[in-house]
C-alpha cells in the first residue's frame, strides 16, 4: 500500500503560488514573447528554446493548442499535407497516408507532443492571459506586450478595471490566428494596414502563409493564419501543416534579428 508523505493543505497553496511568481517575475523580460498558442506559436517557440531563445507564451485560453488540439470538425483528427508530415516524424507522432501527398494523424496525439517538446527545451506559458496591449519604444519599434487575466473580458466593465502589466522582450511574435490580435493593435494607431483573411483554398494557403511569414513592424514578426489576415491570403481550412511550418519559418526570421540586436 502506498503512503503518501504527509502535506498540509496551506503547503500547497505555498508550492503553486511561489512557483508561479518566481517564474512571472523570471519572465517580465524575455528573448521572445509569443502571443498565441496554436501550432504555429508552440512551432516556433519549440525550434527557438532549441537554440536558448528564452521564450515565454501568452495563450488567452485555458489550454493550449487552439484547432490543432480538436481537428477538424471536432473529429479528433488533423490532416497534413506533404512534405509537412516530416513535423510529425520529428515529433514521434504516428501518421496514416489517406491519399497522395495527404496523411492523417491523431489531433490530441500531435498537439500533446508538440506542448511537451516545447515544454522540454524551456519555453514557459501563461494561460488565460489576455492582450491588452503593445509597448512601443522612442523608435516605435515594439519591445513587449501588455497583459491582463483573460477572465476579466467577460466582467462588467464596472468591476473590471484592473491594471494590465507590461512584459518585455527583444521581439513579438504574433501567432494569434484568425484575429492577428498582436497586429491588430499596430493597425488600431495607423501604424499597419490589414488586408482581411480570403476565403478558403488549401492548396494555395498553405504555400502562401509560409511565404509571407516573417518581420511584419520592427520587432513584430507574424506567423500561422495571422499571417493570412494581414496580407489577404485565403484560409487553409482543416490542414495543419502550413502552421508548422509557418512557425518554424518564423523562428528562423526572429534567430536572425536577435543576432543583429545582439551585434
Not at 519604444?137 to 473590471?160: C, F, K, Q, T, Y
Request: hydrophobic share 45%.
Amino acid at each position: 500500500m502506498t503512503i503518501f508523505h504527509p502535506i498540509a493543505e496551506k503547503d500547497v497553496t505555498r508550492a503553486i503560488v511561489s512557483s508561479f511568481l518566481r517564474q512571472l517575475e523570471d519572465y517580465t523580460e524575455s528573448d521572445v514573447i509569443i502571443v498565441g498558442g496554436g501550432p504555429s506559436g508552440l512551432m516556433a517557440g519549440k525550434e527557438l528554446g532549441i537554440k536558448g531563445v528564452k521564450v515565454l507564451i501568452v495563450e488567452r485560453n485555458n489550454y493550449l493548442g487552439g484547432g490543432f488540439w480538436i481537428g477538424g470538425y471536432f473529429m479528433n483528427k488533423l490532416t497534413i499535407r506533404a512534405p509537412a508530415q516530416q513535423v510529425l516524424e520529428e515529433l514521434g507522432v504516428p501518421y496514416e497516408k489517406a491519399s497522395e501527398g495527404l496523411y492523417t494523424a491523431d489531433a490530441p496525439h500531435a498537439c500533446a507532443s508538440l506542448i511537451a517538446s516545447a515544454c522540454d527545451v524551456g519555453v514557459k506559458f501563461l494561460s488565460l492571459t489576455l492582450l491588452e496591449d503593445v509597448i512601443l519604444r522612442e523608435d516605435n519599434r515594439m519591445a513587449g506586450v501588455v497583459v491582463n487575466w483573460s477572465p476579466i473580458a467577460h466582467l462588467p466593465r464596472e468591476i473590471a478595471a484592473l491594471d494590465p502589466v507590461p512584459l518585455e522582450s527583444k521581439v513579438v511574435i504574433d501567432a494569434t490566428g484568425h484575429d492577428a490580435s498582436v497586429v491588430k493593435k499596430l493597425e488600431q494607431r495607423g501604424l499597419i494596414k490589414t488586408k482581411g483573411e480570403g476565403a478558403l483554398w488549401i492548396a494555395g494557403s498553405e504555400d502562401a502563409v509560409v511565404e509571407h511569414t516573417g518581420e511584419v513592424y520592427p520587432g513584430l514578426v507574424v506567423c500561422g493564419m495571422a499571417v493570412a489576415t494581414i496580407y489577404g491570403l485565403p484560409r487553409m481550412g482543416p490542414t495543419f501543416g502550413g502552421m508548422l511550418l509557418s512557425g518554424k519559418r518564423a523562428a528562423e526570421v526572429v534567430a536572425q534579428i536577435l543576432q543583429k540586436v545582439a551585434a
